[in-house]
């Protein structure tokens, strides 16, 4: 039987329209999406199913309208497979690309949905009013390795701050800014050997020193909220419930942080991870190389769109990520059972 790993999306899946059709088939997904909405205080379905995509993209409202998605989907697999295949598709490992940690951990049952949900309702929120604060960017750069992305960082910052923050792939790198620095970057991209260079639409620069209070604010959060070991969860279908979306976990699973590229051990570290990686880089393609590297051979992708197969085509092309992001992902997995 193949290793599997569940992996979760972050800010920049979003898209309207996500999670409305397992919200139209499934009570499971139902019962999350209202759970969420309750929580938050959002409205998440309205957001979700119809937008406008200015607000949806908004990262105090995307990320946990994302997680909600996330959730919504674990759920409605749960409601739809037979134990014997849930118990088939548990997964060794999770991670999740930024706030995609966060739901690894939830589905993991390393904490609750209400606490997870506040959490990343918290850090969005806190992430954008940081980055209303001081103007900041992001750009991608292509072609370059970290070597030559931190020289291009050090020759384009000059009185400013330029980082790099995401890791994605080979050959895929974003820096994370001032946006003056971040104009430099892009001018500079080619004669540091960069194939291309493309700023990105959001609202600050993400990863970086610039993320300071939001760390500051989601510190206070972290610290009303206890992490567990993960454990696996038994939920009764006939009462639909947000637990179903934790039951993929096990007591064996394993979790890697985005910070560091390597697996959470005991918990009692996890706030100081989950602060790190907000000010600091994450390291999607080691984190990826690391589960390679354990044998895994089939990863799930689980969320709203497909960003995490993209990039994993340029990690390993021949490696098998299946896209679980809407009813028919789900209806397909229940059939194969």
Known sequence: MAKIAFIFPGQ??????????????????RHVFDEAQKITGLPIKKLCFEGPEEELNRTDIAQPAIFTVSAAILASMTSRMPDEKIAAMRPAHMAGLSLGE??????????GFVDALKLVAR???AMQAAATAGPSGMIAIMGLDEPAANKLCQSAAGDGVLTCANFNAPGQIVLSG????????????????????IPLKVAGAFHSSFMKPAADELSKALGEVSFSSPTGVTADKSR??????QAFASDGVEIVANVDAQPY???????????SQLTGAVRWQQ??????????????????????????????????????????????????A
């Open 265 to 275: 051990g005991c918990m009692c570290g996890a706030s100081a991870r989950l602060l």
């Open 12 to 29: 920049g899946a979003q898209h309207v329209g996500m999670g409305k059709d397992v919200y139209e088939t499934f009570a499971a997904a």
């Open 178 to 197: 001032s946006v003056e620095a971040c104009k430099r970057a892009e001018e500079m991209a080619k004669d540091h050997g960069a194939s291309g260079a």
């Open 102 to 111: 966060y739901t690894a951990l939830f589905a993991a049952g390393a904490v």
């Open 287 to 336: 984190s990826m190389e690391l589960l390679l590297a354990r044998g895994v051979e089939r990863f799930y992708e689980i969320g709203p769109g497909k960003v995490l197969a993209g990039l994993m085509r340029r990690i390993s092309r021949r490696t098998e990520v299946v896209v679980v992001n809407g009813r028919e992902a789900v209806e397909k997995l229940a059939a194969e």
């Open 123 to 125: 850090r969005g929120a």
């Open 240 to 245: 639909p419930c947000v637990l179903l979306a």
